[in-house]
């Protein structure tokens, strides 16, 4: 990117009704824990490392595929210093998944600990630890392997029924019929129909059909998977973690280790960013190892290059889907067909792949027929897992590229077909019923949705002229707009539930626990904000402590956008009950009905006026004062959703294409998006803008690639380039007014939305500027040159 | 073997590796703001500052170090307490892990340039310090009313 051209933002800054409406929500509050990580101070895992712990270092492997013929860590455990060296052998036979979700998990169980097969590189074969870092890297290296080398699958093409089965093992299993065929390579299947789509669409006059390839991607978020164990003094296996999941981590590592749940505690400090890529158990299990080996505190923080080789990436995915439409633009039918690549084990093969449709193809509700099928399969590549966007990405990535190609094909403008044929407020689609994660759906309503209000701020803010979408700035250089529109959801309804437990304390103040897990978001910060906004108090009322397995109540985890709704909910009902419960308590001491209670501005009074009692005044006579009648003043709720309202998103982009270089820039990306009431205007937006560069460096730079015998290539920072502040021109977020009736205080999500449009809207621009439709993510020069010169060659 | 490394002020005598880089010996040492990101000098989080110009930890010999006033961002704590108003107050510190090392960059450009700097020198001189939560324009709004604010 051209540093001087760098345009300046149009931002209207249109004022929220929300922030008028509410004292602490819909205000840009500042992050709770901002200025403390500013300054550095200790908060991440590997700050609070007891002294004396060991350092764990692991043993993996470099093939692709092969069965472990013997392990001699004679030589390792030789060197003075190292206390263990621990292998498959050490391990139950117990098959797991590393993937963080419910009970019983849509992930097969195809994992174990350590394992006598591996099945990528980087995989873990042994686990060393020693008392200090450089040692327990010699020992690792002492450690001797032998080999069997198997001959890996690397290309999803052709995992279904290869000669290769990368799980022959017979332990493992599905937890729930999830069309899990290992014998075939099969991780996952899945197929659904409304309608007869075949007819509809030989029976439609337009017909378009697309094929979109998104590759695998790194989170690579800044700090690296760590983790530390020790055991406590009632000899409990504690475990400090940067994870998504306290609560799921726990329960895979005492299924793991045949460990029951009470003698496990799991602790997440503050992380340094997940996006989806700490919701796995990636490290704990090993420090948990050496822990309950040695009776020593462990420790272990990956290394870059291991968060590349060894923890999950985004699902690489081909998304063919067709479109049958009337000559007026109306569509008759949709038919999405995905082959999905899950790596080596199948952590979220299912749900990833059935959000492609599930939250896409509800966008377009008003055709006769859709249908949604494919299959997930096993290579020898690193495993995919939870990645923000989670299907939705390459499932809208294939679903607008095909709608531009229909709007192409028809000659009308891109926004116009999508008005035409767009979800609104007030109405619903069959597959929110057919669709869930990994399970059935449940049917809803959709009670806002401000997605008109959204585009038309969109086209302001690009300046979007139908007949005016591409122009030439320089000989050769070429500056086009595209657009796309996407919709996520807000928690898994019925399945993801989360709690809150306030606590009135002396000075008037109040505890709020909750077992929603901040990553680096702020949900802290807007958890704490929906509970002052309740109960009428001031942010720095609010002292928040979060995901401790031992002290603060079950909440599933930070993913599926999730915690704003189902986590704020539980905030917002738990403020509600104390407040009754304060109230009934002051009526209680002035011998009064709570009808006849007032509480505003901090105090109770009674209706008559005739008494008054501050709330700091009250905090101390239910502790100290009010003899028979003190009492703690607590309440605990939970919130289960039983929807799960999308946030939508309209994305307008504006490329630089230099057609002598190949190399396509983003020049301005707008998007103007309804999170319903945004709790933290300011932290929805980073959100939003955040998810936007992420989706721009899949479309534009990021790519997993691997030699030919399954070696990552870009196994670092170097080799694996995330956008820097140079890369990109500049970014508009713009929120409308929008509430959401299910919501706290109107709420939705707004964590993964962002992500999920720029690898299509950025492929309509390109279109849009040279007629191509490029397939094959990411958009590197060296392949828009060459769709360049294909295309001059025709 | 021992080093004895001037960090932030006070000399601090630190056991030290041959070839070991200084973000291992700071961390070590204490110095626990020095976060340890990439390992290859790509994204800016362990930034020091020796003898006053940043410089990526990660990827300096810790002995070279010796004998040069080393700064982290506790070594500038009013300062970076300052600049901290800012990048919460735009909620662009998000996760906060490349935040101690990206704070120091933006220190270090205000005394280095005699001028307000443009957006696009702030985006160059800030290149080296990656962010995967922001998107980086909440950085740069905050960036820009910090320096505002200070040169007004």
């Not at chain 1, 509410?22 to 908060?43: M, Q, S, T, Y």
């Amino acid at each position: 990117m051209r540093n001087d051209h760098i345009p300046a933002s149009p931002s209207t800054d249109t004022p929220l009704e929300a922030t008028k409406r509410f004292n602490v929500v819909a205000h840009d509050v500042p992050k709770v824990d901002g200025e403390g990580l500013v300054l550095g101070r200790p908060a991440y895992t590997d700050d609070l490392v007891p002294p004396n712990a060991l350092y764990v270092k692991l043993v993996r492997s470099p093939h692709a595929f092969a069965r472990i013929l013997s392990i001699d860590p004679s030589e390792a455990l030789a060197l003075p210093g190292v206390a263990c060296v621990l292998t498959w052998k050490d391990c139950p036979r117990i098959p797991i998944t590393r993937a963080g979700q419910g009970n019983p998990e849509p992930s097969p169980h195809d994992r174990f600990i350590l394992d006598q097969y591996v099945r990528y590189v980087g995989d873990e074969v042994a686990v060393v630890a020693a008392e200090t870092e450089a040692l327990a890297e010699k020992a690792a290296s002492l450690v001797k392997v032998e080999y069997e080398v198997l001959k890996p699958v690397l290309d999803f093409e052709k995992a279904i029924d290869n000669p290769t089965v990368i799980h022959p093992e017979p332990e493992i299993h599905e937890m729930f019929p999830i069309g899990f065929e290992p014998k075939r390579n099969i991780a996952a299947a899945y197929h659904m129909e409304i309608g007869d789509v075949e007819k509809e669409l030989a029976a439609s006059p337009v017909r378009v059909e697309t094929t979109v390839h998104t590759q695998a991607q790194q989170h690579v978020a800044l700090e690296p998977h760590a983790a530390f164990s020790y055991i406590d003094l009632h000899g409990r296996l504690v475990i400090v973690t940067s994870t998504q999941n306290p609560w799921h981590t726990r329960r895979l590592l005492g299924l793991a280790f045949q460990m029951p749940l009470r003698k496990i505690r799991i602790v997440k400090p503050r992380i340094g960013g997940g996006f989806g890529g700490k919701q796995h158990i990636h490290v704990e299990p090993y420090v948990a190892m050496v822990t309950m080996k040695t009776g020593r505190p462990a420790r272990l923080a990956l290394t870059r290059r291991e968060v590349f080789e060894a923890t999950f990436t985004r699902h690489e995915m081909r998304v063919k889907v067709r479109l049958g439409a009337n000559p007026d633009g109306m569509l008759q039918a949709i038919d999405m067909q995905v082959l999905s690549n899950p790596g080596a084990y199948g952590e979220h093969a299912l749900t990833t792949f059935m959000v492609a449709g599930s939250k896409t193809l509800p966008l377009y509700n008003k055709v006769n027929a859709v249908r949604f099928g494919g299959h997930v399969v096993y290579t020898n590549k690193v495993s995919a897992g939870a990645f923000r966007g989670y299907g939705a990405i390459q499932g809208l990535t294939g679903l607008e590229a095909t709608m531009d190609e229909l709007a192409h094909k028809l000659g009308i403008d891109p926004v116009e077909l999508r008005r035409k044929n767009m979800l609104h407020e007030g109405e619903t689609s069959e597959v929110f019923r057919i669709m869930g994660e990994g399970t059935e759906g449940v049917a809803m309503n959709i009670e806002s949705c401000k997605l008109e209000e959204c585009i038309a701020r969109g086209k302001r803010l690009i300046g979007w002229d139908p007949e005016h979408l591409v122009r030439e700035v320089a000989p050769g250089v070429l500056r086009a707009k595209g657009m796309a529109i996407a919709m996520q959801g807000s928690g898994i309804p019925l399945i993801d539930m989360g709690s809150a437990r306030i606590e009135f304390q002396d000075g008037g103040f109040f505890k709020l626990h909750v077992g929603a897990t901040d990553l680096g978001t702020g949900s802290d910060t807007i958890l704490a904000q929906i509970a002052a906004e309740e109960l009428g108090v001031d942010l720095e009322d609010i002292v928040v402590h979060s995901s401790d397995t031992d002290h603060t109540p079950f909440d599933v985890g930070a993913y599926a956008s999730s915690t704003t709704y189902v986590s704020g909910s539980a905030v917002l009902k738990a403020a509600r009950s104390l407040k009754a419960k304060l109230i009934a308590a002051v009526a209680d001491k002035f011998g009064v009905a709570p009808e006849d209670i007032v509480y505003e501005h901090k105090t109770f009074r009674t209706a008559d006026g005739t008494r008054s009692l501050s709330l700091n005044d009250f905090s101390y006579d239910t502790l100290y004062h009010d003899g028979a009648k003190m009492k703690t003043i607590e309440a605990t709720e939970s919130f289960s959703g039983e929807k799960s309202p999308p946030p939508y998103l309209a994305a307008f982009v504006e490329i630089e294409l230099d057609t002598e270089t190949g190399k396509v820039n983003v020049v301005h990306y707008v998007a103007v998006a309804d999170v319903g009431t945004p709790i933290n205007p300011n932290l929805a937006k980073i959100q939003i803008e955040g998810g936007l560069l992420q989706g721009i460096g899949l479309a534009l730079y990021e790519d997993v690639r691997y030699s030919e015998a399954g070696h990552m290539l870009s196994h670092s920072m170097m080799t694996y380039p995330i956008p820097s502040r140079e890369d990109v021109g500049r970014i508009t977020v713009e929120l409308v007014d929008s509430y959401e009736p299910s919501g706290p205080f109107g709420a939705k999500s707004a964590g993964e939305i962002g992500i999920d449009t720029p690898p299509a809207a950025i492929a309509n621009a390109i279109r849009n500027a040279t007629g191509i439709r490029l397939t094959e993510y990411p958009f590197t020069p060296e392949r828009v040159l060459a769709a360049l010169k294909a295309a001059k060659a025709q | 073997m021992n080093i004895t490394l001037r960090i932030n002020g006070k000399e601090q005598s630190i056991e030290c590796q041959p070839g070991e880089m200084l973000t291992e010996v700071l961390r070590r040492a204490g110095h626990l703001e020095v976060k340890k990101g990439c390992d290859t000098g790509n994204c800016g989080a362990c930034t020091v500052l020796l003898d006053d110009k940043p410089v990526l930890s990660c990827s300096y010999l810790a002995v070279r170090a010796e004998g040069r006033e080393i700064t982290t961002i506790q070594g500038l704590a009013d300062e970076a307490k300052q600049f901290a108003a800012f990048l919460t107050a735009e909620g662009a510190d998000q996760c906060g892990f490349c935040a101690p090392g990206f704070a120091l960059t933006v220190l270090s450009m205000k005394k280095e340039f005699f001028h307000t700097p443009s957006e696009a020198e702030i985006r160059h001189y800030l290149a080296g310090n990656l962010c995967r939560c922001s998107g980086y324009e909440g950085q740069i709004r905050a960036i820009k009313k910090y320096l505002e604010a200070d040169h007004a």
